[in-house]
């Protein structure tokens, strides 16, 4: 159980090294069209890339009862559309920076909720979950926090990808990983698409002038970084997972370092330093749960 919990904690690790890059990429995809032909398009583009995916190592398995599509899928699609929703209309009015601190607010939020709905919750992230936050809020608010609309839209995303963590630790337990993903985005992407005709303007040039944020959005921050959510949330336990998914501010601003040279204040040194702390305090935890489950719900 330990070593499938590492390789959980890897996964959840990679999606945020993938959405750090993405706050970029959905900001600019902005300034073309609208949040919702935006979410509609990367999300059904993410879904019919894991299609043949799920085809290719499924097609001659004997479907169960965890193999088929659920009505409960119809759960996680919905609160992924509201989550993204928000915090794409956050971007049309905030700062990435603000977008990204705010967003992991949601790593609060998840064990509030859990305890709640009765799970056990680990003393290690009540330690780990203020040190990451406030690593966040050095990383990402590199001036004066201002507050403005963006950043309530934002906010309120917020409570929505704590829901979605915990919904996607429920089902993935029951049905098959890569079905359910496919089966969110799908479900997410056409509620985007339908509303986007109704309240955007739908124009193919500026569809095209928004191309690259969409190829990136679509293949890489959903189609591999919320499969990897999903399939690492499988032996993970759900505040954990928040910590770890919420680093990505940590990698955004690496990734500004090292491909657009840009310069990290010692602040941000700082932040990040608290952030590799934090997901340190995690795994040293895991690796001294020896001989008993980790995940315990």
């Excluded at 009505?71 to 509201?82: A, D, E, H, K, S």
């Excluded at 992991?104 to 709640?116: C, E, L, S």
């Excluded at 339908?194 to 921050?221: C, D, K, N, R, T």
């Amino acid at each position: 159980m330990k070593d499938k919990a590492i390789l959980s904690h890897s996964l959840l690790l990679l999606a945020a090294v993938v959405w750090g890059f993405a706050f970029v990429a959905q900001r600019s995809g902005m300034e073309h069209i609208g949040p919702l032909l935006f979410n509609g398009i990367r999300f059904i583009l993410g879904g019919l890339l894991l299609i043949p995916v799920y085809l290719f190592f499924f097609r001659n398995k004997e479907r169960t009862s965890g193999e088929r599509i659920s009505p409960l899928f119809l759960w996680p699609g919905l609160i992924l559309f509201t989550a993204s929703f928000l915090q794409q209309k956050g971007l049309v009015y905030t700062t990435a920076g603000n977008a990204g601190f705010i967003t992991a607010v949601y790593m609060v939020i998840v064990p509030v909720f859990g305890i709640f709905i009765g799970h056990k919750i680990p003393w290690i992230i009540w330690v780990a979950v203020p040190v990451s936050l406030a690593g966040s809020f050095l990383v990402s608010i590199t001036g004066t926090l201002s507050v403005s609309e963006g950043d309530a839209w934002v906010f309120g995303s917020a409570f929505f990808w704590a829901g979605h963590v915990l919904v996607i630790n429920w089902l993935v337990q029951k049905y098959n990983a890569v079905l359910l993903a496919l089966s969110q985005f799908l479900i997410c992407g056409t509620f985007s698409l339908l509303l986007a005709f109704i309240w955007e303007p739908v124009e193919w040039s500026s569809i095209y002038a928004a191309g690259l944020p969409l190829l990136y959005g679509g293949i890489m921050s959903v189609g591999l970084a919320f499969t990897l959510q999903v399939i690492g949330q499988k032996h993970a336990h759900p505040s954990v997972a928040s910590v770890l998914l919420s680093s990505e501010s940590l990698f955004a601003v690496i990734g500004g370092w090292a491909i657009l040279e840009e310069q990290m204040s010692p602040q941000q040194v700082l932040g990040c330093f608290l952030i590799f702390a934090a997901i340190l305090f995690i795994q040293l935890f895991q690796n001294r749960k020896t001989k008993k489950q980790y995940v315990e719900i």
